[in-house]
């Protein structure tokens, strides 16, 4: 409602108003209870944290969650101090229609709309559909966004829980600047001839619709993702099993579609707090309370930085020293989206609360994106720090999906295969990259210096160890190898591991023949 649609989507809208009757029966949410309960100190909270409840803050010796009639019986037994702030879905019936909000109606036509006025800069589609049957809509802007492109892509998800909409309208507040700003302002031109940005300003439809945090099924859905240890112990690349049957509809497709679209960087929107939560947000032997640093503790800090700095009433918080927190540091959880994305994926993504009141009047929505508007720029722009390249099919030039770790950190990133792009956001320094790909020989890029500012592009390409091109691996290729290695005069790349040409380069050709035998 705060926005233009064109008159396409004016009319689209209307439509929607019809058919949203389609929706309006009413479903049977489990009642929940948001409870404030205070325990003598934090080490008497200790256990309660670490007990099945969704949890949606903790600030010293103060918990909220979000109970069953049931759990809020058995919380008030244990002899804390309880405050009942709310229950959900509201008795009163009051819903996302009366409260000022772009509604779920509204915001489908309003994205067609961008995309009939726009089309040469975004792309509409739906991730599919939710419990009941609404759609999860996306926008892809970008120049020219029906091309595959050499670009990382940074990605926006909001409203997982649906109590939380704040971070639906910065969505749609962004998308509108970057599509009406295009042609005025020199600063968006450049970002989207550098960067895909996606957005889904609303992941939980019918929690949104109802105004309750859990989706149709009674499902936290920021709880529902799978968890390291439980569920995975590799990534999807290792393993092909994505892990998406059986878990809640709008769970399953924020899997697949992060899995089907590559990301270099994300975000996740919440309210209920003020900070920048970074992962991990539980690792397994770490209790609830504890730091619990990822493999690249550095970079997240650093881009959850870039954020918080430009949002000054984060940054200024009396609670989050410069407004960000690890995330088990805070409170653990399991089954977000966040460490499933970054620990399986291998795209980085930071947890943002961006208002202390879960639904603040839709009259402070202006000052929120005032406060928002330039991290969600400086934070996207982050996506460019670090190496980037291209990993290529040494004899084809074909896209591969390939992995890439950095030798001195556990966690890898993988390239996008329609592409064979990469993005490996790393701070200053000195670092050693291995490449690896089924069916491939195994490259090492070594001592690649990576200055502050665009990152420096390294492209590679991997050898099957057919070298002289006739489609297989045999003793021909291995003595190739042998005649480049003792120097005579070649016409093919024969360093196949990236070290040079000693003699681990015949072996690998040789080993690599063997496999295929």
Known sequence: MHYSPTNYGR???AMAAVMSFAYATAWAVPTLYVVEVTAPS???LAPLLEMPYIISNVRDNTATLYLSPEEYERVCAMGFKTRLIETQPDPSGASEKSTGYTTYDEIGPLLAGWEVTYPNLCQVSSLGRSVNGRELWTIKITREPGLPADKPAVKYVSTLHGDEPVGTEMCLYFAEELLTGYESDAYIRDLLARTVIWLVPLANPDGHVSYTRVNANGWDLNRSFPTYSVDYLETWFDTGELGDAERQPEVALLMQWH???PGALAANFHTGALVANYPYDNDPGIPSGAEAPSPDDDVFQYISLEYATRNQPMYNSPVFPQGIVNGSRWYSITGGMMDWNYRFLGCPEVTFELSNIKKPNW???PQLWL????AMYAYAETAHLGIR?????RNTGEALWAKVRVAERDQPVFTAPRVGNYHR???????NLVYEAPEYITYYRDGIPVQEGPAVRVNVTLSDGDLNYDGSVNSRDAQCAVDAVLGRKVTYDADVDGRGLPATDIQAVINKGESRQ
Do not use: K, S
């Not at 406060?371 to 330039?374: A, G, L, Q, S």
């Not at 390249?389 to 099919?393: A, M």
């Open 11 to 13: 009319v689209l809208l």
């Open 259 to 261: 899995a089907a679209v």
């Open 371 to 374: 406060e928002n508007r330039d």
């Open 42 to 44: 934090r080490e008497a």
């Open 363 to 365: 009259t402070y929505l």
């Open 389 to 393: 390249g291209l990993v290529l099919d």
């Open 425 to 431: 956001l790393l701070l200053p320094g000195t670092y």
